[in-house]
Structures are given as C-alpha cells and as structure tokens.
C-alpha cells in the first residue's frame, strides 16, 4: 500500500468512526425537562370560516346534486311525496299537479321507491318513479321548464337460497327469512297433498329453498319463480326440483324424475273442515228430506279464497238456483269440477276463459240453498260425480320424466340438490317457539 493510500484509509476510517459515535449519542441523549415542557405545549391557529351562505353558494357553483329515495305511500299526492323529500319547488309541483299522466304512474307506485335529484336549494332536478317495466322520469330542462320521458329499464335475474328452521309456525318461519308469498304459496301447492300443513308441521322441522328473482334497477318487482325446494317435516323428506324441456312448460320432479306435482290440488281451499262428505244418502239441512250429496262441503269464513284445483276452461259462470253464485271448469275430456254458494267471482269470470292449478277463482259464501257460509265442490268424470277426496290423490294428468328428458333432467336435478344440501349447515332463519 502507497503511503498516500495508507493515510487516505486512517483518515477516513478516523471520519467514519466519529460521525457513527456523534448519531450515536445523538440518538440516546434524552431531552432536557425544559425541552419536553415546550413540546408539550399545543400550538393553536384559528382559521377562519366563510358565512354558512357563501359556503353554499360556493358548492352551487360546482353542480353538487342530493339525491334521496323514499317510499310512495297510499295516501300520497306528488306535492306530499316531495315535500317530505325535501323538495321546495312550486314551480316542479305545478307542472306535475298539471300532468294527466302524473297522478296515475303515482298510483301504480304505491309500495315502491320513489327516486329524487335535487341542488341544495330544494330546486327539483329529476324525479323517478317506476312505470311498468319503464322508468318514468322528470327532468328540469330550464327555469320553469321541465321534460317527462320513459325509459325502458333493463331486469336482472337473480337466484337466491333460503334455509329456515320452523319454530312457532311454519308460515312466521318464512316471513322471518323473507320468503315471498308468492314462492310460499307453492310450496304449500305442490306438497299439501302429502303433507298436512296444520297437523304435520312441527318446530324443528327444515325448509331448503332456491328460487329466482327478477329485479330492476337492483329493486325487487314481485316476480319469483322456485326452482327448488326440500322440507324436512314429520321425519319424511319431501323434495321438488323444476325442470323444463325444449321451452316447454316446467313442471316439479322428485330426484329420480318423477312428477311432484299432482294432477289436482287436494281441495279449492287451503285450510278445510269438511262439514259434510260425498255421500248416496243423507238428511238435507234446508228440507230435511233424504237426498244424495254429490260433492263435497268445505266449511270456512265468508269470503275465503277459492282456488281452481287445476288448469282449465270455465265452461258455465253465474247464479244457479239452489247452488247460488257457481263457477263450473271443464279441464279435460274427462274431468270437471263444479264450485257453489259463492259470495262473488274473482275478477271478471266468463264462460271459455282459461284458468290454471292454484287460480283463485272466487270466494266463500252462503248464497242459494245454504244455511251458512261454506263451499259444495264437486268432482266429475265423463259428467258423473265422484268423490273429489279419493280422486284427488289419483294424479291422472302429469306424467314423469322419459328418456332423453330423464337424462336432461339429472344433469340439472344434480347442480340443484347439491346447492340445497349445502344450505344444510346454514340457516337464514329459525322462528322459534
């Protein structure tokens, strides 16, 4: 090494070994109590704030817009529906009290969601409401100017899973877990004839559920549709799977493709009593003579729901004597079925119309020969009267599933009953006792 490389090194390394001792004792000589008494000290700068004015002036000027969403409720008029929106316009309010079209999208509104844009002066700038499958929308186009469009929305598809455990009842079960009706209605359709939902429904018991839904603008518009279901009820496992074939209409099948569904209900009304049965020979209650009773007697409150026990043509409507308000559905060749002492017709009925399985139909009454409110049913074939109780449980109309639809159908049943049993260890809801 060359002297000058040597005394390069011995100076440098002395340099080195200084600056590391001085951040050293820099770095663990603690600050005096003079130093740390200051540091302490908050240091307190007020600034100063625009009037509350100028503040939303100056948001103004960028356009900001509030938006709100509020339910359309039965007794509202537009004025109130904005009002408690917080829209403060007479202008948009006269404008809307003016439009024909205005009050009636209201209507059809009620339980839905009402959209509004306003600035932060209440002014509107555009209101939403659903009209149909179309929004109907308001826009301010200017001072005093306003333009009403519809715009077709587009729906979405969603499927949703349920998995409820029954506690009380099995209806407060599914309302827990947010069944809709709808999809709760048939599942009571397609297993009453199995299962007594009064008698055979006990706490504990399971409900697994699939079904679709179809929504716009992510809000639900009350179109279901079930695509599978499993109850677990009285130690038995009752199990429905949909499948349609090339675009035909779906039906319910069990795993190994046979029909669920029966060819009838078990009875037009959802809870029964019967109060007098099919039968050759029995004292009439009005004239106390003996007479055939050629149906059945379905006691039940005035103005219960009657269902058309399957899909059909209504082949006679209206008052007929002794039988009062009666509704007659031919649904097939062979089979028809006949409805009496009714206290009005759902809707418009008229002979030739077309009704189907679960349909209601009309409702309890006492009209004719009745001594109180009850439903006679009547089941036919080939035009003479059976027992509706016997025939019912017969399922004569749907077949089960056959070759190249079985095959189908198990690629489709597969998918469906693995989802159901992973909602075995899930439970989205338990009504207990």
């Given amino acids: 090494m060359t002297p000058r490389a040597r005394n390069s090194w011995i100076y440098g390394s002395t340099a080195f070994g200084l600056a590391m001792a001085l951040i050293t004792a820099l770095g663990v000589t603690p600050l005096s109590e003079a130093e740390s008494k200051a540091l302490a000290i908050p240091s307190i700068q007020p600034i100063a704030l625009p009037p509350l004015d100028e503040q939303i002036q100056a948001l103004s000027a960028h356009g900001l817009e509030l938006a709100r969403e509020d339910e359309v409720r039965m007794a509202d008029t537009l004025e109130r529906l904005l009002l408690r929106m917080g829209v403060r316009d007479p202008e948009a309010i006269g404008f809307l009290n003016q439009d024909r079209q205005a009050a009636s999208v209201l209507r059809a509104n009620r339980g839905r969601i009402a959209l509004v844009h306003t600035d932060l002066q209440g002014r509107l700038l555009r209101l939403q409401l659903l009209n149909g499958m ?4 308001v826009e301010r186009a200017g001072e005093n100017k306003f333009d009403i469009r519809t715009a077709r929305l587009g729906t979405e598809r969603q499927v949703e899973h349920r998995s409820v455990v029954v506690g009380n009842s099995f209806f407060g079960a599914m309302d827990q877990a947010g069944m809709p009706d709808g999809i709760t209605d048939e599942i009571v359709s397609l297993f009453e004839s199995d299962l007594d939902f009064r008698r055979q429904v006990n706490p504990g018991d399971k409900i697994r559920v699939i079904f679709e839904t179809q929504k716009i603008a992510g809000r639900d518009i009350g179109d279901y549709r079930l695509l599978a279901v499993r109850f677990e009820a009285s130690g038995r496992t009752h199990e429905a799977l949909h499948f349609s074939a090339d675009g035909r209409r779906g039906n319910f099948y069990d795993a190994e493709g046979k029909s669920v569904k029966r060819g009838f209900l078990a009875a037009p009304l959802r809870y029964t009593r019967v109060s007098s049965s099919f039968s050759n020979y029995r004292l009439h209650p009005l004239f106390g003579d003996p007479r055939a009773h050629r149906g059945v007697d379905y006691a039940a409150p005035v103005g219960t729901p009657v269902r058309s026990v399957a899909d059909g043509t209504i082949v006679d409507v209206g008052w007929n004597g002794g039988y009062g308000n009666a509704i007659k559905i031919r649904h097939n060749q062979r089979y028809s079925t006949y409805y009496a002492h009714l206290s009005s017709f759902a809707g418009r009925r008229k002979k030739g119309q077309q ?21 006679h ?23 089960s599933l056959k070759d190249g639809d079985l095959a189908s159908f198990q690629v489709v049943a597969q998918d469906l009953r693995k989802r159901l049993s992973l909602l075995d260890s899930v439970n989205t809801a338990a009504s207990q006792p």
């Fill in 377 to 399: 049913y009547e089941f036919r074939v080939q035009g003479r009267a059976v027992d509706p109780t016997k025939i019912a449980k017969e399922n004569p109309q749907v077949p």
């Fill in 134 to 137: 179309d929004a109907w929308v």
């Fill in 355 to 375: 009704v189907r399985m679960g349909e209601v139909i009309g409702y309890v009454g006492a009209t004719g020969w009745a001594t109180g409110p009850h439903l």
